[in-house]
Antibody, heavy 121, light 108 residues
Framework: QVQLVQSGAEVKKPGASVKVSCKASGYTFTGYYMHWVRQAPGQGLEWMGRINPNSGGTNYAQKFQGRVTMTRDTSISTAYMELSRLRSDDTAVYYC??????????????WGQGTLVTVSS | DIQMTQSPSSLSASVGDRVTITCRASQSISSYLNWYQQKPGKAPKLLIYAASSLQSGVPSRFSGSGSGTDFTLTISSLQPEDFATYYCQQSYSTLGFTFGPGTKVDIK
């Protein structure tokens, strides 16, 4: 069965960086894009970007360009999302989500459990 | 960027009610529209993809319709486990898979 297991909660100071991992199992890791979505407390879902685990190619939301880096390690079927220069409004739950693409239509069919990142001085 | 709006932002309904949620895109997105359900403290769950296709394992009381800019999610007979927040998402633009702001469905 498909599973995405994320790393644990983090507390960071403003200006620091955080790196969240997402370990995939139950499917061919390189066969599906991995996306990252975040959700601030009490707020909606915000797409951050995606990585092609096969090529390592990435696309980032304009809002996060220059601050986010998505990488992967195919040997351990794990995707990573690193966000730098953290601010208090980066406090959120960060999710990884597997994307299925059929006839150019993308949907997120499996999600990680979420990782709470708290930015506080 | 494609902007997504949803209405209403919240609604109160009773078990057994028919519930309709609307999602509108700022430009035509054909049928590249997904619906997700999210319960407190949980990850979102895919319900409907490509505007009207039911994800495997999702009850048939959920249905989706629409194309272009206007879309609808319908729950034909609301069940206790359906009280949650619902989000639409466009997948037309690969530059940003934008979500709607969400519709919270709670108990009347």
């Amino acid at each position: 069965q498909v599973q995405l297991v994320q790393s644990g909660a983090e507390v960071k100071k403003p200006g620091a960086s955080v790196k969240v991992s997402c370990k995939a199992s139950g499917y061919t890791f390189t066969g599906y894009y991995m996306h990252w979505v975040r959700q601030a407390p009490g707020q909606g879902l915000e797409w951050m970007g995606r990585i092609n685990p096969n090529s390592g190619g990435t696309n980032y939301a304009q809002k996060f360009q220059g601050r986010v880096t998505m990488t992967r390690d195919t040997s351990i079927s794990t995707a990573y999302m690193e966000l730098s220069r953290l601010r208090s409004d980066d406090t959120a739950v960060y999710y990884c989500a597997r994307a299925v693409v059929v006839v150019a239509a993308t949907r997120f069919d499996y999600w990680g459990q979420g990782t709470l990142v708290t930015v506080s001085s | 960027d494609i902007q997504m709006t949803q209405s209403p932002s919240s609604l109160s309904a009773s078990v057994g009610d028919r519930v309709t949620i609307t999602c509108r895109a700022s430009q035509s997105i054909s049928s590249y529209l997904n619906w997700y359900q999210q319960k407190p403290g949980k990850a979102p769950k895919l319900l409907i993809y490509a505007a009207s296709s039911l994800q495997s394992g999702v009850p048939s009381r959920f249905s989706g319709s629409g194309s272009g800019t206007d879309f609808t999610l319908t729950i034909s007979s609301l069940q206790p486990e359906d009280f949650a927040t619902y989000y639409c998402q466009q997948s037309y633009s690969t530059l940003g898979f934008t979500f709607g702001p969400g519709t919270k469905v709670d108990i009347k």
